[in-house]
């Protein structure tokens, strides 16, 4: 009986020193993965890192990975010039083969997501227009809603217009329910659905020039694959998948 309890607290003992070794190796792995992604992908602050599954060891001594899940606070992205910040970076990465110093890594699956808000998207809206929720219809839709005073848009443009042609359109606002979509993974497309009829002839189609741009964001870590986009109340949300994705290296 006495020599079943010593070796009872063995067990306890030595599996309490493998579980601390384990654990003590994925902090030592999240923080080597972390930096490489950091190095690799010139961003401004440490990825968190969260390496799933246990043990950790032996999911090492086999060079693959169950799952690493990888968070950012937010990428300062640039959208034709202007800074805006993307917030709620993650991917989601399953069946990540490694090497033994960590300095590559290659997902087989790969889910990530992204949001812009409204507040960043003005930023680089064209000048006089403002961005925001078109409601929960036409959000559903994949619109977001592009308003401002019309002059002020057309002045933006850098478009000329006669005294008597300003005189007209003196305090009057236009609207313009845009639908959005991403092109390429880092191009956010704004379409305008319709445009209300304006008081000058030709000056419709001005306008629609204006309000249908193009945002191209760098800056994004390439890790993360998007390839849909949603609009939400609180602004754009970025989502995709994507196989045989790096991790670092």
Known sequence: MRALRILLILVVVFGGLFVAADRAAVYFAEGQIADKIRSSQGLSSQPQVSIKGFPFLTQVLGSSVDEVDIA??????????????????SAVLKNVKIDSSFSSATAA???????????????????????????????????????????????????????????????QDVTAYSTVSLEGGDTVRLRAEALPELP???????????????????????????????????GLQFAGTGTDVSLAG
Do not use: F
């Open 109 to 171: 699956q790969a889910s990530g997501s992204a949001r812009i808000s409204y507040a960043d998207l003005a930023k680089s809206a064209p000048k006089g227009a403002t961005v925001g929720y078109a409601g929960a219809e036409r959000a559903a839709k994949g619109q977001v809603k592009l308003s401002g005073r019309l002059a002020d848009v057309l002045d933006g443009a850098g478009i000329d217009m006669p005294s008597s042609v300003r005189a007209l359109l003196d305090g």
């Open 72 to 89: 950012l606070d937010g990428v300062s992205a640039t959208a034709d010039g202007h800074q805006v910040q993307v917030t709620e970076v």
């Open 200 to 234: 000058v002839p030709g000056l419709n189609e001005q306008v629609r020039d204006v309000v249908n741009y193009d945002l191209k964001l760098d800056g994004l870590p390439s890790t993360i694959k998007l390839d849909r986009i949603t609009a939400s109340e609180s």
